[in-house]
């Protein structure tokens, strides 16, 4: 089959991904995520009594054990493939990548499979947001001085 013939039979059959959809969908799942958050440290200060930035603290607390519950039930997976980035970039995505290779690789053992498997997916992100954090890190030093 010639080179262009194929090429444009891999566009026809290629799905379209409607961008403005996707983004708009998780503009809506990300910001129900906010909600949540804000609804659980409003809570957690009237109930525990306790300033809000303590509060945030039990937020992200029970919103990783909620995702890594969800992940280990298998409803996680379904809410990311249609919500997108709304779940995978808030903490809970963090939380899913992590449990999802631990559930993955819980039959190697507790260190060859779990411990060294744990951090496979949600490395990357520790290990640039570490550097990119550095980076800006000394931007801001040379622009604006110690």
């Not at 509060?55 to 409803?75: P, Q």
């Not at 809410?79 to 809970?92: Q, Y």
């Not at 550097?131 to 800006?136: E, G, L, P, W």
């Given at each position: 089959?010639e ?9 026809k ?8 959809y996707h983004?708009?969908?998780a503009?809506?799942?990300?910001g129900m995520?906010g909600?949540i ?17 303590d509060?945030s603290?039990?937020m ?17 997976d ?18 899913h990548?992590?449990?999802s290779?631990?559930?993955e690789?819980r039959k190697?053992?507790?260190v060859t499979?779990i411990?060294?498997n ?11 947001g570490i550097v ?7 931007i ?5 001085g110690g």
């Amino acid at each position: 089959m010639e080179k262009n013939k194929y090429k444009r039979l891999v566009e026809k059959h290629t799905p379209k991904e409607n961008s403005l959809y996707h983004g708009l969908l998780a503009f809506i799942a990300g910001g129900m995520m906010g909600v949540i958050g804000q609804f659980l440290i409003d809570v957690y200060s009237s109930l525990l009594h306790i300033p809000s930035s303590d509060a945030s603290s039990y937020m992200i607390i029970t919103l990783i054990f909620i995702g890594c519950l969800l992940t280990c039930f298998g409803f996680f997976d379904k809410w990311v493939n249609f919500a997108k980035a709304g779940l995978i970039v808030p903490i809970t995505g963090f939380a899913h990548s992590m449990m999802s290779a631990a559930l993955e690789y819980r039959k190697e053992g507790m260190v060859t499979g779990i411990g060294a498997n744990m951090l496979k997916l949600s490395g990357s992100v520790i290990i640039f947001g570490i550097v990119s954090a550095y980076v800006f890190g000394l931007i801001r030093l040379i622009i604006f001085g110690g």
